[in-house]
């Protein structure tokens, strides 16, 4: 089955700088990557995704990008912001599947 | 719209006691729904997904068991809770290929 590994699992950053984690996938037939993000008590909320048909896709401060070959994919977020402080997880579904296999998160601490 | 409705919050409840979590879609017809269980260290294990009514896969043998009585209603129960139950569970749902929404989760505790 799909196995997704995370990095870093902590982050800390200063307001304003760019933050940056890593999935990688060992699925090749995996074609749709979310990334989520989790506040304190509250469940995961989706903020981004990509399919395989795409190497970059931008939101305003966030973008992923993913790199098919290396069976990598990434989170992007510039201009950081304290409420930007959470718990970001990758995760990655193979073709025809109904399930997403979750990275292990990051904690990213955004610090005025 | 689409909501997800899951409850309760928070739950303590004794070893040995039974548990029942309900979760409940609006907005949208014959959804994937799925549970998953979150422990410390964050990570998201998904314990069973339903692609339809009366219709449960189970990812991990344990000591819970889901239902879906109805199309947009999935529950999650125990006849006994052990220790090890405690977590934070999620219901989410999809109607799309994965892309899954998260309900606001239940905080258990087993004392």
């Known amino acids: 089955g799909e196995n997704v590994e995370q990095h870093p699992s902590t982050l800390s950053v200063q307001e304003g700088d760019s933050a940056v984690i890593k999935c990688t996938y060992s699925d090749s037939a995996s074609n749709y990557f979310p990334w989520y993000k989790q506040e304190l008590g509250k469940g995961p909320q989706l903020i981004i995704d990509i399919r395989s048909n795409v190497g970059e896709k931008k939101d305003q401060r966030i973008a992923v990008t993913l790199n098919k070959t290396a069976k990598h994919f990434s989170l992007h977020i510039t201009e950081t912001q304290p409420e930007d402080s959470a718990v970001y997880f990758c995760?990655?579904?193979?073709?025809?599947?109904?399930?997403?296999?979750f990275g292990k998160g990051t904690m990213l601490l955004v610090s005025p | 719209s689409q909501t997800i409705h899951q409850w309760p919050a928070t739950l303590v409840q004794p070893v040995g006691s039974p548990l029942s979590l309900e979760c409940t879609v609006e907005?949208?017809?014959?959804?994937?729904l799925y549970w998953y269980r979150q422990a410390a260290g964050r990570g998201l294990q998904l314990l069973f997904y339903s692609v339809g009514i009366g219709q449960i896969s189970s990812e991990v043998p344990q000591n819970l068991s889901a239902s879906r009585p109805q199309d947009r209603q999935f529950i999650l129960s125990s006849k006994k809770l052990l220790l090890s139950d405690s977590g934070f569970y999620l219901c989410?749902?999809?109607?799309?290929?994965?892309?899954?929404?998260f309900g606001q989760g239940t905080r258990l505790t087993v004392v």
């Open positions: 995760a990655a579904s193979p073709t025809g599947y109904s399930t997403l296999t």
């Open positions: 907005g949208t017809s014959n959804p994937n």
């Open positions: 989410a749902w999809s109607v799309r290929m994965a892309e899954a929404f």
